[in-house]
């Protein structure tokens, strides 16, 4: 969790830096969307072979690698000069982190039984709302050291912000442990039994995952997951990327801006707990992520017929509640029909084609910005994409129960 936290500040704080940055270095509504989005092309490359590299030579030092280049990179981001720096620095940022998030999602996958991973997936996955909830207020404060030593306030966001991650780097490589054998903190009894659990139960679904590397990239259920999550992280990143521009845009200060931005994630992290635990609960994965989804859609149309700062954040309590949910039950049901391997492939496949939304959803809404003048119609886009998202996983489901119904026959 603090790893991700970290992780979600140094990914979408450019929110906040754009609200002095982009009038420094010129930057219009379509240069800083598709600078902030080509971060995720960065990750749609490295992705998977950052993943299998995880696998081979364990958590520790592959997530170490990961934060101290990222939080490098992430400081560098105070030098940019231009378009072109911009960019290319984003671009690495997304290079040196892919791999993080599906590395983790792989990793609890090690250490908690499937019964019980999404609620904990919820729990790994609160630090994204989390971050914005208290990174808010801290980046807003940031902006306020301008002038200090002669740097722009945007520019000691990213130095200060940046510095956690590459400490963490350095913790990690001390005290992360690759896999419950290695478990020296647990007792006896206790580390037995969870490898026993968890062997058991990669042996219960050997007859039907998926094991190889290739059906984790080519099988058409991990495709059609890829796609749901590309809406998810639509919605995802364009409140981070955007939501604080969009506040902005009432006449707000950048510290009331900090405020009222870190209202609906604090609303998000108890809805997404409480979300989980009731599928985890249940042991239903399908609908859970298809109410969330519409949820979600039905905040950002809210958001684009907004005419006041308290519509405006009540929408996108909804759109954050919806997007914090859906992804837990989400991130679930890879590994009903993937493992070993393939889970590593098919998890990193799905995280890589999936957050290209998280390119595409902020670069159009910047493109349509600067034709129209208004947020409206990218807001009205970025929900259509969560409305294919609840459609496709009704489908998906269905393939899914069909492929279990034959192995079990």
Excluded at 79 to 99: H, K, M, P
Aim: one cysteine or more; glycine letters at 10%; proline letters at 4%.
């Amino acid at each position: 969790m603090l790893l991700y936290f970290v992780a979600f500040i140094d990914r979408v704080n450019i929110g906040f830096a754009a609200l002095t940055m982009n009038k420094d270095l010129g930057f219009s509504s379509s240069v800083y969307g598709f600078g902030a989005g080509i971060f995720f092309w960065g990750y749609f490359l490295f992705e998977v072979p950052s993943n299998i590299i995880l696998d081979k030579v364990g958590a520790r030092l592959w997530i170490a690698r990961v934060m101290i280049t990222w939080g490098l990179i992430s400081g560098a981001m105070a030098f940019v000069q231009g378009q072109t720096s911009f960019y290319i620095l984003r671009f690495l940022l997304g290079a040196a982190e892919a791999g993080f998030f599906p590395g983790i999602i792989l990793y609890l996958s090690y250490w908690f039984p499937a019964r019980q991973r999404a609620a904990i997936t919820a729990l790994f996955m609160a630090a994204a709302p989390l971050s914005t909830v208290l990174g808010s207020p801290v980046s807003a404060a940031l902006l306020e050291m301008h002038g200090l030593f002669g740097l722009k306030g945007w520019q000691w966001l990213f130095l200060v912000e940046a510095l956690p991650a590459v400490l963490l780097g350095f913790v990690v490589l001390g005290f992360l442990t690759d896999r419950p054998e290695q478990a020296k903190w647990l007792g006896d009894d206790e580390r037995q039994w969870l490898v026993q659990t968890m062997n058991a139960e990669r042996a219960g679904k050997a007859a039907s995952a998926s094991h190889s590397v290739w059906r984790g990239l080519t099988d058409p259920r991990v495709l059609a997951l890829s796609l749901v999550y590309f809406g998810t992280s639509a919605g995802l990143y364009t409140l981070g990327v955007w939501a604080p521009q969009i506040i902005k845009s009432f006449g707000l200060s950048n510290m009331a801006v900090g405020s009222l931005n870190a209202i609906p994630p604090t609303i998000a992290v108890v809805g997404m707990y409480l979300w989980s635990r009731h599928s985890d609960r249940t042991n239903e994965r399908t609908w859970h992520v298809v109410i969330a989804c519409l949820v979600a859609s039905a905040g950002l149309a809210l958001a684009g017929m907004s005419t006041g700062v308290a519509s405006v954040v009540a929408a996108l309590v909804l759109v954050n509640v919806g997007i914090s949910a859906a992804k837990p039950p989400l991130w679930s049901m890879p590994t009903l029909f993937l493992a070993g391997p393939a889970a590593a492939s098919g998890i990193a496949t799905i995280n890589s084609i999936g957050n290209l939304g998280g390119f595409v959803g902020p670069a159009m809404i910047g493109w349509i910005k600067d034709l129209t003048g208004s947020f409206e119609g990218g807001l009205y886009f970025v929900c259509a994409l969560l409305l294919l998202s609840a459609a496709l996983t009704l489908l998906l489901s269905r393939s899914i129960g069909r492929s279990q119904a034959a192995v079990a026959h």
